[in-house]
């Protein structure tokens, strides 16, 4: 007697419809794009008995190999996207259905909003289940890659892409199967990853100092629609408005902020409990020249408020550098040279002058620390503070 034929199933919907087609292995031999067959994945040929993140890995790197080989980048595991595609993958093999729309009317939408997804609405779903050969990864992803469900999968406009795999077939089968769920976020919704950010101009002219390799050289350029582009970069934004979307945890949360007034290097490092501190360090050579130490005429020029007429103000211009931020919630920490000011959620000036660091808040609350991580002050709106150079 022959033995059973593997089967494969599959779905799509981008915002809860899916089509369900059953064929049999022969019917779609042919039908993949070969894609995923050229990258080198540790497990792409593991059967569903191995274990899941070991399946989901192998997935993962064959899904991007083949993004790469379209010239589109790697994909943005997001945290609550996976979540979804995982509570999913199971819900489907245990209830017996095998779509996006779940019987009780969830969809990709609303099962990633409630595990914690922030992203914009409109999340497309790709659905595959199959048995003995068609549950490997390779095989999952040459289906994944077919038709419309591969320019999904694969588009150079959709990065942030969650997935999960569960034991299983749909309907139950005897034979050892796998079913797997895409989580796809919409067209244009951008996510980055720790290590980037997705800078735009908002308005006039921002440049972008991008290096090359880190620590190299860099290559300067003017910034025209949204780039992805690497911490490290130092950006310019004296001639133009800045918007800076950059991930605010491990898991994938984003967030954004509007920088104006200056120049500063994009970093990025661990802020604990799955945070990441987004910091950006003021730059320029606008202070050479200042003495060893400021004078007191120097700190009074720098303490003065904006209700000083310009008749009274010192005719020498004052030496300084300067960076505007506003971001209504995030991780962000503006360091200058003698402070850093970190954020709950507000619009502040950070400025250095020969004197020292001012820090002048127009909304909200800023943490101030001088150069040695020392707390000096909480800032409140309508409030300032001089942080002296060498406190």
Same mark, same amino acid.
């Given at each position: 007697?022959?033995?059973?034929?593997?089967?494969?199933?599959?779905?799509?919907?981008?915002?809860?419809?899916?089509?369900?087609?059953?064929?049999?292995?022969?019917?779609?031999?042919?039908?993949?794009?070969?894609?995923?067959?050229?990258?080198?994945?540790?497990?792409?040929?593991?059967?569903?008995?191995?274990?899941?993140?070991?399946?989901?890995?192998?997935?993962?790197?064959?899904?991007?190999?083949?993004?790469?080989?379209?010239?589109?980048?790697?994909?943005?595991?997001?945290?609550?996207?996976?979540?979804?595609? =995982?509570?999913?993958? $199971?819900?489907? @093999?245990? %209830? *017996?259905?095998?779509? #996006?729309? !779940?019987?009780? +009317? /969830? &969809?990709?939408?609303?099962?990633?909003?409630?595990?914690?997804?922030?992203?914009?609405?409109?999340?497309?779903?790709?659905?595959?289940?199959?048995?003995?050969?068609?549950?490997?990864?390779?095989?999952?992803?040459?289906?994944?890659?077919?038709?419309?469900?591969?320019?999904?999968?694969?588009?150079?406009? =959709?990065?942030?892409? $969650?997935?999960? @795999?569960? %034991? *299983?077939?749909?309907? #139950?089968? !005897?034979?050892? +199967? /796998? &079913?797997?769920?895409?989580?796809?976020?919409?067209?244009?919704?951008?996510?980055?990853?720790?290590?980037?950010?997705?800078?735009?101009?908002?308005?006039?002219?921002?440049?972008?100092?991008?290096?090359?390799?880190?620590?190299?050289?860099?290559?300067?350029?003017?910034?025209?629609?949204?780039?992805?582009?690497?911490?490290?970069?130092?950006?310019?934004?004296?001639? *133009?408005?800045?918007?800076?979307?950059?991930?605010?945890?491990?898991?994938?949360?984003?967030?954004?902020?509007?920088?104006?007034?200056?120049?500063?290097?994009?970093?990025?490092?661990?802020?604990?409990?799955?945070?990441?501190?987004?910091?950006?360090?003021?730059?320029?050579?606008?202070?050479?020249?200042?003495?060893?130490?400021?004078?007191?005429?120097?700190?009074?020029?720098?303490?003065?408020?904006?209700?000083?007429?310009?008749?009274?103000?010192?005719?020498?211009?004052?030496?300084?550098?300067?960076?505007?931020?506003?971001?209504?919630?995030?991780?962000?920490?503006?360091?200058?040279?003698?402070?850093?000011?970190?954020?709950?959620?507000?619009?502040?000036?950070?400025?250095?002058?020969?004197?020292?660091?001012?820090?002048?808040?127009?909304?909200?609350?800023?943490?101030?620390?001088?150069?040695?991580?020392?707390?000096?002050?909480?800032?409140?709106?309508?409030?300032?503070?001089?942080?002296?150079?060498?406190?």
């Amino acid at each position: 007697m022959r033995g059973r034929q593997p089967r494969v199933q599959w779905g799509r919907s981008a915002i809860g419809a899916c089509v369900a087609v059953v064929a049999c292995a022969a019917g779609l031999s042919g039908g993949g794009t070969g894609a995923a067959s050229a990258p080198s994945c540790p497990g792409a040929d593991l059967g569903p008995d191995a274990p899941l993140p070991d399946l989901e890995s192998a997935v993962r790197c064959l899904l991007d190999g083949a993004r790469t080989q379209r010239g589109a980048a790697a994909s943005i595991d997001e945290g609550p996207l996976s979540a979804s595609a =995982r509570a999913h993958a $199971g819900d489907m @093999v245990t %209830r *017996g259905y095998l779509a #996006a729309t !779940a019987p009780d +009317g /969830a &969809t990709p939408t609303s099962r990633a909003t409630r595990v914690g997804y922030k992203g914009p609405p409109g999340l497309t779903s790709v659905v595959i289940t199959g048995t003995g050969s068609l549950a490997t990864p390779r095989a999952i992803v040459d289906r994944a890659l077919v038709g419309t469900r591969g320019a999904t999968l694969v588009g150079a406009s =959709r990065r942030a892409i $969650g997935l999960g @795999v569960a %034991r *299983g077939t749909v309907p #139950a089968s !005897a034979s050892p +199967g /796998a &079913t797997v769920s895409f989580v796809v976020a919409a067209p244009g919704a951008v996510t980055v990853r720790r290590g980037e950010s997705a800078a735009r101009a908002l308005s006039g002219s921002v440049f972008a100092d991008v290096p090359v390799r880190p620590g190299g050289p860099s290559v300067r350029r003017r910034l025209v629609g949204t780039e992805i582009l690497p911490t490290g970069t130092t950006f310019d934004t004296r001639t *133009g408005v800045l918007s800076l979307q950059t991930a605010a945890t491990t898991s994938g949360d984003q967030q954004t902020a509007t920088i104006d007034s200056g120049r500063f290097r994009l970093l990025q490092f661990p802020g604990g409990g799955g945070r990441l501190m987004t910091e950006m360090r003021i730059a320029g050579s606008e202070l050479r020249g200042c003495p060893a130490r400021p004078s007191a005429r120097a700190s009074r020029d720098a303490a003065a408020t904006d209700a000083v007429s310009s008749a009274k103000r010192k005719k020498k211009k004052v030496k300084k550098r300067r960076l505007w931020v506003r971001s209504k919630r995030g991780n962000y920490r503006t360091r200058a040279r003698d402070a850093s000011a970190t954020v709950r959620g507000t619009r502040y000036l950070a400025e250095d002058t020969c004197a020292g660091t001012r820090i002048v808040v127009r909304e909200g609350v800023v943490d101030v620390r001088n150069r040695s991580g020392r707390r000096v002050a909480t800032v409140r709106a309508g409030k300032q503070v001089l942080v002296r150079r060498g406190r």
